[in-house]
């Protein structure tokens, strides 16, 4: 073991034998020039692409600028940004930071901090759901409670609890005078496109309400118009007190932000919470990019009818090959193919990716199909058929082992 030869880069990702030198729109084109339809944005991320035009434009004016500058002073770019997501969603206010798991650290933070400051400091726990996805921190994977995350890591952080997702039973039974908040993705992302009933989210809702607990969206992963509205949860009649963003919200530059309401945020006094980036002028400048693209007159409507085609297509495949593709699972642009019993995931995200489509595999045997938002017909077509070539040949093994086996004696 300690001899092993050790890359440079810690090996904390499998990753694929694949370097992309160069990305536009929706393709990403290899060392070798070797060209690839980006299905997977980057887990999510590059939402409009690679190298837009308007992003382009608005990071290279704010490098010629000012890069950074700390949050001892204003920020111009941070406080329009913060506007921007105040006006378009629940919130009140905005606390700006680098990743996911940095803004769901904020949203722990704040629940706690204002039970604290209403006078319940008993209220510590934060209540969280089977298969979800909170990130790597050492609170966000006592959060997300999945073993494979924690192990060897212990001690898990106390302050967590976790419930099947949609059992109201268990919820009512883990609910008690230390519960602060409520933390649930609208949508599973790694958990594997699990698509969280609204019904669901507005039961939470009431129980928040009926016993002063606060309610805790993580749109790192479904937030910035990836389901087709600006914010998933959007879809509900069910709002959230606090909500954590990432993911798309900087179309490739890191970024997240942690929104809440100003019943909330008041707990949250000078001195109580910081960043040195977060909020910093280039990573603001390109989110406010982004919102003027999602903004856009008509973009959100574009995002429900490419996702309206995508998934006819994909229900189509799933319906012609039942023995590869289980069911088609999510909403908006952010679709999971369920793969059937026999065949696992992996094996379709490296074969697809042979064929030149890229994707990415979640729980639950998914493959993820996360495409950028600005794809047409064009792209779709193409998506599709990749897979169908595919699958058309994995059908065909699979008759012929049933064959064989049939008529081996
Ligand atoms: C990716 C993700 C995170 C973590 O984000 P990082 O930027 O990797 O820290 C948290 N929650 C959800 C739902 C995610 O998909």
């Known amino acids: 073991m300690l001899n092993a030869p050790m890359p440079s880069v810690l090996p904390v990702y499998k990753r694929a034998p694949v370097t992309f030198e160069r990305g536009e729109a929706a393709y990403l084109f290899d060392r070798d020039g070797r060209r690839y339809l980006d299905f997977g ?181 479904c937030g910035m118009g990836r389901t087709g509205k600006l914010f998933a949860y959007e879809w509900s009649e069910a709002t959230p007190d606090i909500m954590a963003l990432a993911k798309g919200l900087g179309g490739g ?34 989110a406010n990019g982004v919102l003027d693209v999602l903004l856009e007159g008509a973009f959100l409507d574009h995002v429900q009818e490419a996702a309206a085609r995508l998934q006819t297509e994909m229900q189509r495949l799933a319906e012609a090959y039942p023995g590869i593709v289980a069911g088609v699972r999510g909403r908006g642009l952010m679709l999971g193919l369920e793969i059937a019993d026999g065949v696992t995931n992996a094996d379709i995200v490296t074969r697809l990716m042979d064929n030149g489509l890229l994707t990415v595999p979640a729980a639950d045997n998914v493959v993820r199909l996360l495409p950028p938002l600005i794809i047409g017909e064009v792209e779709i077509e193409e998506a599709i058929s990749s897979m169908e070539a595919l699958f058309k040949e994995l059908d065909g093994d699979k008759a012929n082992n049933v064959a064989e086996l049939e008529t081996t004696p």
């Open 41 to 221: 944005s980057g887990i999510a991320v590059t939402l409009l692409g690679h190298a837009h035009p308007h992003l382009v434009d608005v990071l290279k004016a704010q490098a010629e600028r000012l890069w950074h500058c700390s949050n001892l002073y204003g920020i111009e770019a941070q406080e329009q940004l913060a506007d921007r997501l105040v006006e378009h969603s629940f919130a009140d206010t905005a606390f700006f930071c680098n990743s996911g798991a940095e803004a769901l650290e904020c949203a722990i933070k704040m629940a706690r901090r204002f039970q604290h400051e209403r006078g319940q400091p008993e209220r510590k726990t934060i209540i969280t759901f089977d298969g979800a996805f909170h990130g790597r921190t050492m609170a966000t994977i006592s959060a997300g409670a999945n073993p494979k995350h924690l192990d060897g890591f212990e001690p898990v952080l106390p302050g967590f609890a976790t419930v099947p997702a949609g059992d109201l039973e268990a919820l009512d039974q883990v609910i008690d005078q230390t519960t602060a908040a409520l933390l649930i993705e609208p949508i599973q992302g790694e958990g594997g496109i699990r698509n969280i009933d609204f019904g669901f989210l507005e039961a939470l809702r009431r129980i928040a309400d009926e016993q002063d607990l606060l309610l805790i969206y993580d749109e790192v992963q």
């Open 253 to 286: 530059f890191p970024i997240g932000a942690c929104l809440t309401t100003a019943r909330v945020a008041g707990a949250m006094t000078p001195g109580t919470h910081g960043s040195t980036f977060g909020g910093n002028p280039l990573a603001c400048a390109v």
